[in-house]
């Protein structure tokens, strides 16, 4: 298949939204979305009904809709979607979204359906994402076929791979919140033509996408999948969450995107194998794609560590050697500078814990600087009763790390990853401290899970740092 | 030991605060504390240059310090300590809170010190918590050595045990997040006499202690420790953060609190075969406390799970199936009254995915109500993009649960988990919908994770359901 193929999904000359309607829901709710993103003028809606909606006319028969047209989202009942596609087809337009419901996912009656459904499109010759989806989002030219969040369309670099709308919503909600933003997102549903390994092939080679995030409940081709995994690995990371991992969870995919996932044991060797990054649940998916969204690749595996606690330096410690990341001993300027500066009581070491010493920007920027350090991690800790106390925040937080985003910057080659431990009024706030180049993690061991997964990759890629 | 002897750190009749002065610090901000708390009539402050602060007396020498008084506090220079503790006992004070840092976690000098003050303890037969520590809480009568949050001390269910004193502050502001509140707090320091053994003990026989959490960087004696521990968990649940796992976290905690740990697998086996509770990272230990601190004991393992998204139930699924729970359809009474109510699509099959279909009210109280479910698990999700324009936040939160509280009440031998997947702006709000009796989890497997080890534990003690 040409990977070409698939762009005008992304990025079509014009859509009809076939089953636009007056009643709340997709088709209701998608036309607007899309006059506001200015998409107006490229927008024709379908409805036997006829009329006009949000002020543009509403064709009755897909074969009256005029040009520019080479994409349909199809929103109609599921028992329309075999008669709808024949319509598509007769019009020329050949790539199809099916948000539509009632398929696979349902029961047998509706695996047939999503059979007849699909015999049509091979015949035709048209691709189709879909059924039971909210199909894609591209923030370059602001086109999406879901509701979504005006804000969240800000262009970014990462492209998400979702199995369900849902899970779609989910992961771009989750970005969003840490002011990271998407590049593409595909959500595939229950995948009667277009699959993950065409996804990951054609984002593999879209210049806007640097990160791919994928959830998974099930592979289509596991030969061809490791195969095209693999040669996208090499050019990008894919961090993915393959669920479905038990006979139990494996029996609730079957009803839910009418998919069959195979067995887990084998998944762990196929994303290991073809250099993916899987993560455990949710959370670690999310961790993990903020770090690699957003820190360079690091040039080796020596973590340094500055601590306010000796209790969170402990734990950074631990995840950081069960990780298979080094705590090497500051380089002897970096101790020979802190020494002169430290109280006596201080104890220079990695992790450095300063403790209640006043020098947290000082001794950052001199980890940051330091040649025996390839990543760093920032732990920071206050109680929310000196918070509260606190009459500035904002002052707080930069008294804290200095600039941040500067060393940041000035470091760029070298990964830097905030823990801020505490209530989350204090976690926000650091949150705007740090800005959105550095995460903020609320623990020590995902932040250092996270900056292990990375460092593994590059090392895994061979690609030197910058 | 007799734990009596450890009560008069948690309720003395009036305590001596060692070392009280003008200048920053906790010889500064805890007398102020301990006066807004009422403890102003029982309040000692000594310090050589005498005068008065905060409109007290300020004794010159500890031998002039009138009745009541049987606990000091002191944060004085370490090296003062050992003179000072000479003083102490000399005025008949048998309990002590040394606060003060620069002993075993500094240096050889440092250890040597702590020789000497720990053998002038022993001879003089006074009982030490410290030095390095932030001492107790006490939230019954509102006693405190260490200078906290006011609104955090609520008499909850739940006791801290924390090696360092930060480790107190953060356990104490994150339960404080979700509305629960501690009974008592320690934190031991470097253990120089009382240790997390002694508090075991204590903390079992009292009675305002539900819950045990405790932060651990190693135990004074294995053998004594396991055995002890045992006898706990046998009363209440005890949940443990044991850091210094790996050979570099364990050197990292020579030098912060002055302890050695022990063996990783070896306290892997010592908490199985003790019935405690061992979290892998931070956020679990929360987490499963979280649980532990509001839910009722299970009578089985088997969990219900009603979300919108059949990915989500998925993820559950896994979840479940791996930590050793079952998922058996729900009862034919709640699949009929499902059916009654259900649109045609809707699959009733446990996770029962409800989707769109918009009943999460009727169907939690059904799933609430299934015999066929010792504890349940609600996935709600909502995309920031429709969750913003809600009007009323409120009314939306209450929408999908319904009264969930009640719900909670009405079925007192059943857990409930709600598990709130999206942007934390949602997330806070289900947290105000849910109350401070039903968890909210931001992703399903933590949720599940907590609940089996609730499962484990009780089936373990064999403690009946209510």
Known sequence: MQTADLHQFFAPAGVAIVGARRSPGFGYGIPIVLQRLG??????????????????????????????????????????????????????????????????????????????????????????????????????????????????????????????????????????????????????????????????????????????????????????????????????????????????GRAATESHTGSLSGEDALYDAVFTQAGAIRAGNLEELVEMTRVFATQPPPAGNRLGVLTVSGSLGVLATDAAVNHGLALPPAASATVEKLRREAPDWMNIKNPLDIGPFQAYEMALAAMMEDPHFDMVLAITVLPFAIYKRIPSRELAGKSYFGDIASMRKSAPGKPLVVCAVGHSEFVFQMREVAGPDVPVFISPEPAVRALAALHDYWALTGRPPR
């Not at 039971?132 to 602001?142: E, F, K, Q």
């Not at 092939?201 to 693999?230: N, W």
């Open 39 to 248: 998409w107006g003028d490229r927008l024709r809606l379908v409805n036997p009904a006829g009329g006009e909606l949000h002020g543009l006319p509403v064709y009755e028969r897909i074969a009256d809709v005029p040009d520019p047209v080479d994409l349909a989202v199809v929103i109609v009942p599921a028992a329309s979607v075999p008669a709808v596609l024949e319509e598509i087809a007769a019009r020329g337009i050949r790539h199809v979204i099916i948000e539509s419901a009632g398929f696979a996912e349902v029961d047998a009656e509706g695996r047939a359906l999503q059979e007849r459904a699909g015999s049509i499109a091979a015949e035709r010759g048209i691709r189709v994402i879909g059924p039971n989806c909210v199909g894609v989002i591209n923030t370059a030219n602001r086109f999406t076929s879901a509701d979504i969040l005006e804000e969240a369309l800000t262009p970014g670099s990462t492209a998400i791979i979702a199995q369900s709308g849902v899970f779609g919503n989910i992961l771009m909600d989750m970005l969003y919140e840490y002011k990271l933003y998407v590049s593409k997102v595909v959500t595939l549903g229950n995948r009667m033509d277009v699959n993950e390994i065409d996804l990951l092939e054609y984002l593999k080679g879209d210049e806007k996408t640097k990160v791919i995030m994928a959830y998974l409940e099930g592979v289509s081709d596991g030969r061809l999948f490791k195969e095209t995994l693999q040669g996208v690995t090499r050019e990008k990371p894919v961090l993915v969450l393959k669920s479905g991992c038990t006979e139990k």
